[in-house]
């Protein structure tokens, strides 16, 4: 700027303000943004606070110690009706992570398998594949949920002539009964056993990988993997004393007994859920597999490698850079919606926090609950993918 | 000395019924079984799903006793609730006027699929049609009767927070997604803040919010109806997501573009108006029908806080004491009308991208 040709080496005029003046444009312009917006925003506080005194409404999160006084029909930690509002909130939010956790996993199993049968040579496999994702995604979720929980609750019949599936599994419209395993020690230990297979494929991978740099020697990661998913898990439950009883549900005059319940309302979410996401899935791994060139198979075979191996070692990892990121979106989607929950009367965190806001009039912070659960729930999804996104991204030069 | 070899038999044919049922059916082992698995589960879905839908259903029984005992669909049940299902509370006899404006909006949106209207003269019939609707649900003038909006229902009350939903959250979106580009750091930050903070939250959350928060932010003696309530919320909503869809159209823009219209002289204004914005636009049009089609079937929601669209007036149809329990029949009815306004999008959103991706073929 300041070449002292042109100034006849002296230091440049001071500046004038002049709207011609991008810089000094820019600054006004924000400015009048920033002030528009905080007018906005200070107009509905002072309105809600006047309104939230008039109607005598205390604000903060104060109530959240309050007992409160209702009952939750499914919660994986002990509640009552003498608990506080706080509690039930933790269940709300405990029961939205699990089914969005059991859903992104069996969602993803079952779109990568129909997003392959969409691509299958087989004519027959490939129509059916299509005509599933056809008529699911263009079908209002909430409609497949209504669809299912009427499925359940309207079809199937009472208790007493429960349709028995397979030995052990009943359906009816109280729910699916299914055996489960007796409390004891051994299915603890196999528990832990199977978390500690993750750490030690992760240790596995690590080592196999430094040893293949060392020595150009591959070591066969998805069979150990395998192994110690399936070996962890039996160490533990023989360790325990390898106890062979089940808890098999068994019906008691107008109900059954024993095993582990899905709910009517947990069932159809799950199921309306997964198979809703699978559909957007497929989809997505679909169109993340034609993506790979297919001079990339080409050049594979014509290195000698086996087709499981192109897939394994050269297409899938490419086609993964394509499929991560909207996978992620539907990771989120299927979260966010499962706050459909509140209309089949799962008592997912929306249920929960609607219920907690009816009976203490705290609106603003019931919602605020809502949206800060989710908001974390959302960013964490999303920095964990980016950051898996970051570890399998090209590696350019 | 040699004699001519055995003649070879002829090759085995490469076309024809035969030889595309062994290609593409059972040309290995695992398509073989892959093949009898299908045919299996159709078998095992297909028949019972006729006989329950068509040969034992009753359509025109006049009871729910009679219904039931045919054993398969009650059709007859449609045909009773039809008009509470696709019409909702609306007044009996004056629901030619939603029935009018159901085709009027469902005209607006064909028309936009017509490449020649892609111009100015688009914002003419979607202001002008929006108005026609307007007048002819309300009423109140040119002889109709005045009808309130908690008496809306059913299918044009959804198509209206689709068709509105999508139209007024243009402009915003728009706005938001030049914003998200600027350089003024200020705005910029307003605007990546606004979209990241609506995305991270379910649709229901923003309903909810609409219905119970929205009364306390405006001033006291000072109301706006539900159906109003969920419109906005459903636009607040529906701009984010067109924001990050028009930015994906701005970022695909190369940038002697913009620097050429900068060398022109133009304004920001002129820049974007008449040089990136209707090429950016352009390349937006599938992915903008995605999200047409995603508030389509997103309005369904505001059967949570209670407004009578298609899935909410089908809800109440289903209530009825003499008509008990035919809620599948009811539920595979509305999911036929959803299915066919959007599968209908889609095939077309197909359609045109294969049309537009003109640059990209050899």
Not at chain 1, 259 to 268: D, N, V
Not at chain 2, 28 to 51: A, D
Not at chain 2, 257 to 276: H, N, P, R, T, V
Request: net charge positive; with cysteine; charged share 10%.
């Amino acid at each position: 700027m300041a070449d002292p040709r042109v100034n006849g080496g002296q230091s440049a005029p001071p500046r004038r303000l002049s709207w011609n003046d991008p810089d000094v444009r820019s600054v006004v312009y924000q400015v009048v943004a920033v002030a528009l917006v905080g007018i906005v925003g200070w107009f509905l506080v002072s309105n809600t606070l006047h309104n939230l005194s008039t109607r005598n409404i205390s604000t903060g999160f104060d109530f959240l110690s309050r007992e409160s006084g209702f009952a939750i029909g499914e919660s994986p930690i002990a509640f009552g009706p003498e608990n506080t509002y706080a509690r039930a909130i933790l269940v709300g939010i405990l029961n939205t992570i699990r089914i969005a956790v059991i859903g992104v996993i069996l969602a993803t199993i079952l779109g990568t398998i129909i997003g392959i049968a969409r691509l299958s040579k087989n004519w027959l496999v490939a129509k059916i594949a299509m005509i599933y994702v056809e008529v699911i995604r263009n079908v209002p979720l909430l409609l497949q949920l209504f669809f299912w929980y009427a499925l359940i609750t309207e079809t199937l019949p009472g208790p007493r002539q429960a349709i028995n599936v397979m030995p052990g599994v009943f359906m009816s419209n109280r729910g699916i009964k299914v055996p489960a395993p007796t409390e004891h020690f051994a299915f603890d230990l196999a528990a832990i056993g199977f978390m500690l297979a993750f750490v030690l494929i992760f240790i596995m991978v690590n080592l196999a990988k430094k040893r293949q740099d060392a020595t150009g020697k591959a070591f066969p990661v998805y069979r150990g993997g395998l192994a110690l998913l399936i070996g962890m898990p039996l160490l533990g439950w023989l360790i325990g004393g390898a106890p062979w009883e089940l808890d098999v549900p068994k019906l008691q005059g107008f109900n059954f007994v024993g095993g582990a319940t899905l709910t009517p309302e947990f069932a159809a979410l799950l199921f309306g859920l997964v198979l809703y996401t699978a559909g957007f899935i497929a989809e997505v791994v679909r169109s993340g597999i034609q993506a790979v060139n297919y001079g990339q198979w080409e050049a594979a075979s014509a290195l000698g490698l086996s087709r499981s191996q192109t897939l394994r070692l050269i297409v899938l990892p490419q086609s993964l850079r394509v499929i991560i990121p909207p996978m992620t979106s539907q990771y989120l989607n299927l979260t966010k919606n499962s706050s459909l929950a509140v209309a089949i009367g799962y008592p997912d965190i929306v249920s929960i926090a609607n219920t907690t806001l009816n009976q203490t009039g705290q609106a603003i912070e019931g919602i605020m609950i809502i949206m800060a659960v989710y908001l974390s729930i959302s960013l964490s999804i999303s920095l964990f993918m980016n950051w898996y996104n970051k570890h399998i991204a090209l590696v350019e030069r | 000395m040699t004699t001519a070899s055995e003649s070879l038999p002829p090759p085995t044919a490469s076309t024809g019924p035969i030889a595309w049922v062994k290609e593409r059916l059972f040309s290995s082992p695992l398509n073989t079984i892959l093949t009898v698995l299908s045919v299996w589960i159709v078998l095992m879905s297909l028949p019972p799903f006729i006989e329950w839908a068509l040969i034992k259903a009753s359509f025109t029984a006049s009871t729910s006793q009679e219904c039931r005992a045919s054993g398969g669909a009650c059709w007859a049940f449609i045909g009773q609730k039809y008009r509470l299902m696709l019409f909702g509370l609306y007044p009996y006899d004056e629901q030619w006027r939603p029935l009018i404006a159901a085709i009027v909006m469902i005209a607006m949106i064909i028309v936009s699929t017509v490449q020649r209207f892609w111009n100015i003269s688009l914002l003419f019939i979607w202001v002008g049609g929006l108005a026609v609707v307007a007048i002819l649900m309300w009423g109140g003038i040119f002889g109709l009767r005045y009808v309130e909006d908690t008496q809306w229902g059913g299918l044009p009350l959804t198509l209206i927070l689709s068709t509105f939903g999508i139209a007024l959250a243009f402009p915003f979106g728009i706005l938001l997604a030049l914003g998200r580009r600027s350089k003024m750091p200020a705005i910029k930050t307003l605007c990546v803040l606004y979209i990241e903070l609506i995305r991270g939250v379910p649709l229901i959350s923003m309903l909810f919010m609409s219905s119970v928060m929205l009364p306390l932010f405006l001033p006291e003696g000072f109301s706006i109806d539900k159906l109003l309530r969920a419109q906005i919320a459903i636009i607040m909503f529906a701009a984010a997501y067109l924001a990050e869809v028009v930015r994906g159209g701005l970022q695909a823009i190369p940038k002697g573009q913009y620097e050429g219209a900068d060398s022109l002289g133009l304004s920001y204004g002129q820049k974007m108006s008449f040089i990136i914005l209707p090429q950016a636009l352009k390349i937006v049009i599938p992915p903008l029908c995605s999200l047409f089609i995603a508030v389509f079937k997103d309005t369904s929601l505001v059967v949570i806080i209670g407004i009578y669209d298609l899935m909410q007036s089908t809800k109440v149809a289903l209530t009825d004491p003499a008509w008990r329990g035919f809620s599948i029949e009811a539920y595979v009815f509305v999911s036929a009308i959803y299915f066919i306004f959007c599968y209908g999008m889609s095939k077309y959103s197909q359609n045109l991208e294969v049309r537009l991706a003109t640059g990209h073929k050899r």
